[in-house]
């Protein structure tokens, strides 16, 4: 699919090849104009008019869309648009409400079903215009996604209807965006409250779906028999300077009238002529191929998530630092969860999408494809990283630097117990975000992690990056593997050692293990002291009684990241025995620590339980696992990919 307009096409020929450039960097600078205006300069920067830019490129790709399929089809499959657009955004918008749900849970901020139905159900702009108080805090931008959720609720039936004659389709929208100024111009004489006059007129469907509608409008005028004329007309220099002078004037015109009524139908005409000089006008290409650039082609890919997420997140930047500070803190927040949702909910959506003839995006070459992007990035080598291959095992894939060995449960298991049949001496550690970021500021963890024999991905980013190279790889803690390694020593008579939390676990855990496996044998126990050092004499101690124990096999309960550290220990001085670093997952099993239910680890969500269970000790965590997922997988490649290119 061409990126650039072929010169030989009219503008609808080109159209209906799919020849969009430009529209998901214009998405990008559409969420960003509302990220900084949110971030405490709405004063300066019209956060309102970045939506309605990102209302009108929406009604100018879905009318593109839908165009294109009933030229291709002779209808287009209105029961399959639906299912698409509910499988594109509401996954998503679920993960968003319950995220941000359990955080304010968590906080002791006050729920109301109401506002969650309003987001999950789509009327949060009416919540906001007569309801306010029960608006979920920090989800109050939803209102937007209900005026979009209520035009393409109608919108394909008036595309089925208009479409059977010519030109209706034009006459329907221009029909519509009157009705929405003439419903602006009537809230405004009819009711007295300037304030709900405001935000009547700002967030209700029936007063903003213009700014979707001049979107359609634009695409059907570009894709009609006279679109060649029309575009030359939109295009020329004169109509798009005269055009910027209309934004301008929207912009800076502050009468209530005027900003109640004619400023959004003013700003659709003016955005018609800008947007297709954008898209298509010979003259405009630099400014085009900025749009098309990899970093502004994936803020846009970002955008919707971004969107979701942004005010949570700078609220959370602003209550762990103030002014400036906050405020970048909240933009690193923003972009690591967008960056998370849009991997791990939207993606693994597009399968499911295609069923419904969802297509690829018409913006976006295959080599701008995100995960493609950062797939075939340079491979990483920052401080403390250990090589792709460590010589001990082959590595599967790469994550940060960091060699990822084994796939799954089962692959596990299958490897760790040839190699303690074998009597070999291994370090098995577990790889998560927290790690990541340890790995980065502990010399001494990143060493032991070297020297680790196999490494897995624990946590469902790890997994996801990791699958970037091998589509095998499953998310698999220490947890998950302590019984069926204990079974696999029980089957081959491989004395077991248990090493780490408390007294009491240890004893609960090998009553447990006995009770399970009766032919286990247990060659020892051992809970160290408080403040042990895993670099100390009493490090070396240990190590000693676990060699004279007999053990084969020492799962390692402390935690990272001293267990890391003791197995690389153990094994520079020779002790022949494999070692499993579990963290809690000896205190699951004694039931000192409850684990998050199946269903939350199968999702992806154990991360939400642990920090609804212990949010005192996490929060700062995961907010730096969060900073650390955006650094890896968003600002990394960008700048690896200016400086490729010596930008």
């Known amino acids: 699919m061409s990126l650039s307009p072929d010169a030989s096409r009219t503008p609808s020929q080109a159209l209906a090849h799919g020849d969009v450039p430009a529209l998901d960097g214009l998405r990008a600078i559409s969420v960003l104009i509302v990220m900084v205006s949110h971030s405490g300069l709405g004063w300066i920067v019209p956060g309102g008019f970045g939506v309605t830019l990102f209302c009108f490129i929406s009604g100018f790709i879905i009318t593109t869309l839908l165009l294109r399929e009933h030229t291709k089809n002779g209808h287009i499959d209105i029961a399959s648009f639906y299912a698409r657009r509910a499988i594109r955004l509401y996954p998503a918008l679920a993960v968003f409400i319950a995220g941000l749900g359990l955080a304010l849970a968590v906080a002791g901020s006050g729920l109301h079903a109401t506002g969650i139905a309003g987001g999950l159900l789509y009327f949060m702009n009416y919540l906001a215009i007569f309801a306010p108080q029960h608006v979920l805090v920090h989800a109050n931008h939803l209102w937007s996604l209900a005026v979009e959720a209520h035009f393409y609720l109608v919108y394909p039936l008036l595309f089925v209807w208009a479409t059977l004659h010519a030109n209706r389709l034009i006459h329907a929208l221009i029909a519509?965006?009157?009705?929405?100024?003439?419903?602006?111009?009537?809230?405004?004489a009819l009711i007295d409250d300037p304030k709900l006059v405001y935000e009547y007129a700002y967030q209700a469907s029936e007063t903003r779906f213009d700014s979707i509608a001049f979107g359609a409008l634009a695409a059907a005028l570009l894709m009609s028999p006279h679109g060649a004329g029309l575009a030359a007309r939109m295009t020329h220099p004169a109509t798009v300077a005269v055009a910027f002078s209309v934004l301008a004037a929207t912009l800076l015109i502050r009468h209530p009238l005027f900003r109640d009524t004619l400023r959004y139908t003013l700003q659709g005409l003016a955005l018609m002529s800008v947007v297709t000089a954008v898209v298509i006008a010979p003259g405009w290409a630099r400014?085009?191929?900025?749009?098309?650039?990899?970093?502004a082609v994936y803020i846009g890919w970002l955008s919707?998530?971004?969107?979701?997420?942004?005010?949570p997140a700078l609220a959370l930047g602003w209550a762990m630092a103030s002014g400036v500070g906050g405020a970048v803190t909240g933009w690193i927040l923003a972009f690591a969860l967008a960056a998370?949702?849009?991997?791990?909910?939207?993606?693994?959506?597009?399968?499911?999408?295609?069923?419904?003839g969802s297509v690829p995006r018409t913006v976006a070459p295959p080599d701008k494809d995100p995960e493609h992007m950062l797939a075939h990035s340079e491979p990483r080598s920052p401080q403390n990283a250990a090589p792709l291959n460590n010589g001990k095992a082959h590595a599967l894939a790469e994550v940060d630097g960091w060699p990822?060995?084994?796939?799954?449960a089962a692959d596990c298991v299958e490897t760790l117990t040839q190699a303690l049949v074998r009597r070999q001496a291994?370090?098995?550690?577990?790889?998560n975000l927290d790690l990541l970021v340890k790995a980065r500021n502990d010399a001494a963890f990143a060493a032991a992690m070297r020297r680790a024999d196999y490494i897995i991905a624990d946590g469902w980013p790890?997994?996801?990056?990791?699958?970037?190279?091998?589509?095998?790889?499953?998310?698999t803690t220490g947890a998950d593997l302590i019984v069926p390694l204990a079974q696999a020593a029980e089957?081959?008579?491989?004395?077991?050692?248990?090493?780490?939390?408390?007294?009491?676990?240890?004893?609960?855990v090998k009553a447990d293990l006995m009770a399970k496996l009766p032919g286990l044998h247990v060659a020892g126990v051992e809970s160290p002291p408080l403040g042990f050092d895993p670099n100390g004499p009493a490090a070396d101690a240990a190590i000693d009684r676990i060699r004279a124990s007999g053990a084969g096999l020492c799962f390692l309960a402390l935690g990272a990241p001293k267990q890391e550290i003791l197995a690389a220990r153990a094994l520079e001085r020779g002790v022949g025995v494999g070692f499993v670093c579990v963290g809690a997952g000896l205190d699951f099993i004694a039931g000192a620590q409850v684990r998050a239910p199946a269903v939350m680890r199968d999702n992806g969500m154990e991360w939400l339980w642990r920090l609804a269970t212990n949010p005192r000790r996490l929060a700062a965590r995961y907010a730096a696992c969060a900073i650390h997922l955006a650094r890896i997988t968003t600002v990394e490649p960008a700048l690896r990919w200016l400086n490729i290119r010596g930008v």
């Open 304 to 311: 919707y998530s971004l969107y979701l997420w942004h005010l």
């Open 404 to 408: 990822i060995h084994l796939r799954d």
């Open 462 to 475: 790890i997994a996801m990056l990791a699958r970037r190279h091998d589509r095998r790889v499953q998310r």
């Open 176 to 188: 519509a965006c009157l009705v929405a100024l003439a419903v602006r111009l009537g809230a405004a």
């Open 491 to 508: 089957a081959h008579e491989i004395p077991v050692y248990l090493f780490g939390t408390s007294p009491d676990v240890l004893a609960a």
């Open 340 to 356: 998370a949702s849009f991997h791990f909910v939207e993606q693994p959506t597009l399968r499911l999408r295609a069923r419904f």
């Open 426 to 431: 291994f370090s098995f550690c577990p790889l």
């Open 287 to 295: 400014v085009r191929t900025a749009l098309d650039s990899r970093p």
